[in-house]
């Protein structure tokens, strides 16, 4: 499978602290993106990174990507009450997006 | 700015019935998208679709689900005799390109719900 693992699987931190989440991969990819998910709505892309980038900023996010590693890492800076919800990377391969299991933020006021 | 419209937003149907699903993607989009999340799962790739047919499939998108783009704008899903475990919220996905450096937009789903 194709599918990656995430970590940590949950997070709450407090308004103002930063919040960093994990995700590793198992073969080659193409690029790889982080899509965030309030309860119960669709995905929403946040940010997309190509394989031969290392590092790309939007806003308070921050995306790193070690292919040696086969790792990415969101980081969410200044955290705001806002930003709870459900965060997934996922990576191309071919023609499918495959998800990780998801870190799930709560960043409390 | 434009968006994947799915409907119903929730759907109840009984163990052995058929259910459709429907999709509107965006409208110049060419690439279509059928994922499903069963209740806080990881979200499952079931089917891709390009050119009026499947380019990919997953283990789970077996003879019983099928897709179809019936006219120039819907995208449906369908699931012929429902189980229990089909259970979950599909999302609908499209891109514009071959997708492989353009983002996919997701609908809010469809809740199916099979007692």
């Known amino acids: 499978s194709q599918q990656g693992e995430e970590d940590p699987q949950a997070l709450s931190i407090q308004e103002g602290e930063n919040a960093t989440m994990n995700c590793s991969y198992k073969t080659s990819i193409n690029n790889l993106q982080w899509y965030r998910q309030n309860s119960g709505r669709g995905l929403v892309h946040l940010i997309l990174?190509?394989?031969?980038?290392r590092e790309k900023h939007s806003g308070r996010l921050r995306v790193t990507l070690d292919t040696s590693k086969k790792s990415s890492s969101l980081l969410i800076t200044a955290s705001r009450a806002a930003d709870t919800a459900s965060y997934f990377c996922a990576f191309r391969g071919d023609y499918k997006l495959s998800f990780g299991a998801g870190t799930t933020v709560t960043v409390r006021a | 700015e434009p968006e994947v419209t799915q409907t119903p937003s929730h759907q109840v149907t009984q163990m052995g019935q058929e259910v459709i699903l429907h999709c509107v993607p965006i409208?110049?989009?060419?690439?279509f998208y059928w994922y499903r999340q069963i209740l806080g799962q990881k979200v499952e790739f079931l089917v891709s679709f390009y050119n009026n047919e499947i380019s990919e499939k997953s283990e789970i998108f077996d003879d019983q689900f099928s897709v179809e783009r019936p006219d120039g704008s819907n995208f449906t899903l369908k699931i012929r005799s429902t189980k229990l475990e089909d259970s979950a919220m599909y999302f609908c996905a499209s891109t514009g390109d071959q997708g492989y450096n353009s983002p996919l937009h997701f609908g809010n789903g469809t809740r199916l719900t099979v007692t």
């Open positions: 990174i190509r394989s031969n980038e």
């Open positions: 409208s110049n989009h060419l690439y």
